[in-house]
């Protein structure tokens, strides 16, 4: 018995420490991950920087630079990502050791793309060197949809990688384990997930059949992937293969950084639309 809760625990430790690592590069990989660097002018050489890539809620968004060197100065070049709009460049303005200028809010799934430069006398630095950073705008979620939801999907990967491990064991046990981990799938990103995407970006779903959301599209995957492993550990000979063909579902989707290809609002669209209203005013 004691060896056996003893294997049991490492399984369980071997499923946590993996789920972990996945969900560490889901963050760091996705498009809404902070760039980071580090300042090379004047006093604030070697400060590091963060440009975030992510702002919730309508209010603007401060770009923020960390600098305690009064002769760094500096302004902010932004426009609507996707357009042919004029770049507009406002001033970094210096408040207790820190640069700031404003990004001004946009509606749910609206983006900027920016730019920082800093100058110490003759010497120029961008932020960053090359291109540009996009930020994406989205409506705030209530703490009650998106904590349950963050849980119930972690909860899912790691239960996906415990039953996984299961299949190890001589004689597995994956029926309770293979629905449990449905469950948890089912809860956090078939029910809360277009919650939380309503919150955020106005619409429930995005993905496959109305859109090519990447989030949603990977939830609908690895879901179905675990619906054919619950039918295959009642029904199949050969359980064990259903099981690990939907851990690879769902795996696979957590390779695809979070957020790619995600809720995008069409500039250009709406400027059509508005220059077609203000003709029939007219």
């Known amino acids: 018995m004691s060896k056996f809760v003893t294997k049991t625990s490492a399984l369980w430790a071997v499923a946590l420490v993996f789920t972990l690592g996945t969900a560490l590069y889901q963050r760091w ?14 006093a604030s ?18 770009v923020e630079i960390p600098s305690a060197d009064p002769a760094v100065t500096g302004f902010v070049q932004w426009k609507r990502f996707k357009t042919s709009d004029d770049w507009t460049i406002v001033p970094l303005r210096a408040e207790q050791n820190v640069l700031r200028a404003p990004l001004p809010g946009q509606p749910p799934a609206g983006k900027l793309e920016y730019r920082v430069t800093l100058a110490h006398g003759d010497k120029i630095q961008n932020l960053p060197e090359t291109g540009t950073v996009v930020i994406r705008f989205k409506g705030e979620v209530p703490s009650f949809v998106l904590v349950p939801h963050i849980i119930f999907m972690f909860l899912a990967l790691l239960l996906s990688a415990r039953t996984g491990l299961e299949t190890i064991r001589t004689e597995p046990k994956l029926k309770n384990l293979t629905l449990a981990t449905l469950c ?88 059509a639309e508005k220059q077609s209203q203000l003709k029939l005013v007219q």
């Open 45 to 62: 050489a070697g400060t590091r920087y963060k440009l975030k890539r992510s702002q919730g809620g309508s209010n603007d968004h401060i």
């Open 184 to 271: 948890a799938l089912s809860l956090g990103g078939m029910l809360l997930g277009p919650l939380v995407q309503k919150y955020a970006f106005g619409a429930y779903w995005t993905g496959f059949p109305f859109g090519h959301d990447l989030t949603d599209n990977k939830t609908l995957f690895a879901f179905l992937g675990w619906v054919a492993g619950l039918y295959g550990v009642h029904r199949a000979s050969r359980p064990k293969a259903w099981v690990l063909g939907a851990v690879l579902v769902m795996f696979s989707m957590y390779l695809i950084p979070h957020s790619m290809m995600g809720s995008e609002l069409d500039y250009n669209k709406i400027d």
């Open 29 to 42: 990989s996705g498009p809404t991950y902070p760039l980071r660097g580090k300042i090379e002018l004047g």
